[in-house]
């Protein structure tokens, strides 16, 4: 069974940074495109950021994250990071990833998400 699971999340102080890492199973992440979302309680779902499928690589950011958040490849550990810096409280919400064809549309298999907390 193709299996992504996401990990990393966590309490953290505005100001500080956190790594989400989104592992798979069953899939080799090199040859799809994985995007980062999120949904804040009360809030639809946002798309976060993407990056395309390796030989590509085009990455795409929500503007409010552009410059404090980066996506990349961890091709040994069949991983894709999300390296998040200088958060803030409206960055909190359940982050989950996703992979499939393109980040313009087609992203089918999901993690069940990790929690991110922005707090005092």
């Known amino acids: 069974q193709v299996q992504l699971v996401e990990s990393g999340g966590g309490l953290v102080q505005p100001g500080g940074s956190l790594t989400l890492s989104c592992a798979a199973s069953?899939?080799?992440?090199?040859?799809?495109?994985v995007g980062w979302f999120r949904q804040a309680p009360g809030k639809e779902r946002e798309g976060v950021s993407c990056?395309?499928?390796?030989?590509?690589?085009?990455?795409y950011y929500l503007d409010s994250v552009k410059g404090r958040f980066t996506i990349s490849r961890y091709n040994a550990n069949n991983t894709v990071n999300l390296q998040m810096n200088s958060l803030k409280p409206e960055d909190t919400a359940v982050y989950y990833c996703a992979a499939g064809d393109f980040c313009e549309g087609g992203l089918e298999v999901w993690g069940q998400g990790t929690l991110v907390t922005v707090s005092p």
């Open positions: 990056i395309n499928k390796i030989h590509d690589d085009t990455t």
């Open positions: 069953r899939l080799i992440l090199d040859n799809y495109a």
